[in-house]
């Protein structure tokens, strides 16, 4: 029955979503340098995460698409919480529909401690089911200025793996400090005013110069596109690609296939398991039309694959909030660092490599899962509505 209920609402939204309003075109900023750490596992990301804002002496910036009701969510915002009352500034701005299930006490307790607080994208009546849609999906943090934080994963009991459907939540994260930290804390400036129209004027420590050369991308209506066609069309051995949704524009895709003829090697990554309704369905055209065009398609089996992640001729990366999906292309406002140095490229690279080893060869069974007629209608109605998946 789930099926039809999210055939119906995706139906809804679908006739509804083509008003939408004029918007401003995203921020852009240089490359900066930048000293980087790269996590791929929620528990080491998080105590480093957790100590940097325990030691924090001035402002806490923190923005999230989910924040979940349970036990880590909790321990989150006590933490922040605390950091107020000892006189460290903290705000927190969170998805008004990605983290509908934190609780309006939790919200009025953390006010109560001083916390500044506020949603992202609240809905706009006027365009209710475009506002729905139109997402912001960044997770970032500045802490002092001096320490910042963006990927893939959020604040819940799964992504550190406690209480949770699959036996590992695999993502990709970078802890950055350097340059980058202004770039960082100025989007992050951007979102709260948009959302509060209150300017915030946080001060930026004087930052030595890191030694990897990075590109903060913010991306937002179809400017991601643009980005990974200009990385994609620079390949001349190797493309990788991770990612939990897979559904490409059309360019992409014909960008792709044409590396492919031109003899680059194309890698994907892709769960085994879906998080959500319909995701399989309308990823399937794509990957069998990649696998059928030559590219290595493999999928994750040690847990859930969440990770957003490019590679070119392992060179060069792309690691952040953005899906290699229609949703992120064209609607959420995502944001992504492309690192611009060989040998931490390479370094990523490998804890991908490990992925793909903990991963098995696309398969016809997998493809026919579930029953034959149940598969056909929810590819119908994924491939009706894949802008919006």
Not at 231 to 257: N, R, V
């Amino acid at each position: 029955m789930w099926v039809f209920a999210v055939i119906i609402l995706l139906l809804v939204i679908f006739l509804l979503v083509q008003s939408k309003p004029e918007e401003m075109s995203p921020k852009t900023y240089p490359a900066r340098t930048a000293q980087i750490d790269f996590f791929n596992n929620g528990k080491h990301l998080y105590k480093t995460y957790f100590k940097d804002i325990q030691n924090a002496k001035h402002y806490v910036c923190v923005s999230f698409f989910i924040v979940k009701d349970d036990e880590f969510s909790h321990k989150f915002f006590n933490l922040l919480a605390r950091t107020s009352e000892r006189g460290v500034n903290v705000y927190l701005l969170i998805d008004r529909l990605g983290s509908f299930s934190v609780k309006h006490k939790d919200i009025r307790l953390l006010e109560q401690a001083g916390v500044h607080f506020t949603y992202s994208k609240k809905l706009d009546w006027r365009r209710l089911f475009y506002s729905i849609n139109h997402r912001n999906h960044r997770k970032i943090s500045i802490i002092d200025g001096k320490a910042g934080y963006i990927g893939g994963y959020n604040i819940g009991d799964e992504y550190i793996n406690d209480h949770s459907k699959f036996s590992l939540w695999r993502d990709y994260h970078l802890r950055v400090s350097g340059e980058i930290i202004q770039d960082l804390l100025d989007l992050f400036c951007h979102d709260w005013e948009k959302n509060t129209e209150d300017v915030l004027n946080l001060p930026i420590k004087n930052s030595e110069p890191g030694d990897v050369s990075c590109h903060l991308i913010p991306s937002s209506n179809n400017s991601l596109e643009h980005t990974f066609i200009d990385l994609i069309d620079k390949a001349k051995t190797h493309i990788s690609i991770g990612s939990p949704y897979f559904i490409p524009s059309e360019k992409i895709m014909q960008l792709i296939e044409q590396k492919l003829k031109e003899n680059v090697k194309v890698s994907i990554l892709y769960p085994h398991k879906s998080d959500h309704p319909l995701v399989k369905e309308a990823s399937l055209p794509y990957l069998i039309r990649m696998h059928e065009a030559g590219a290595e398609v493999k999928l994750f089996t040690n847990g859930f694959y969440h990770a957003k992640a490019l590679f070119i001729d392992q060179k060069v990366c792309d690691i952040g909030t953005a899906n290699f999906d229609r949703r992120s292309l064209y609607i959420n406002e995502e944001v992504n660092l492309i690192i611009l140095d060989e040998k931490v490229t390479r370094h990523i690279y490998s804890f991908f490599e490990e992925d793909m080893k903990d991963s098995m060869p696309f398969y016809d069974d997998w493809i026919k899962q579930p029953n034959t007629y149940r598969l056909w209608l929810s590819k119908f109605f994924a491939r009706l509505f894949h802008r919006l998946l």
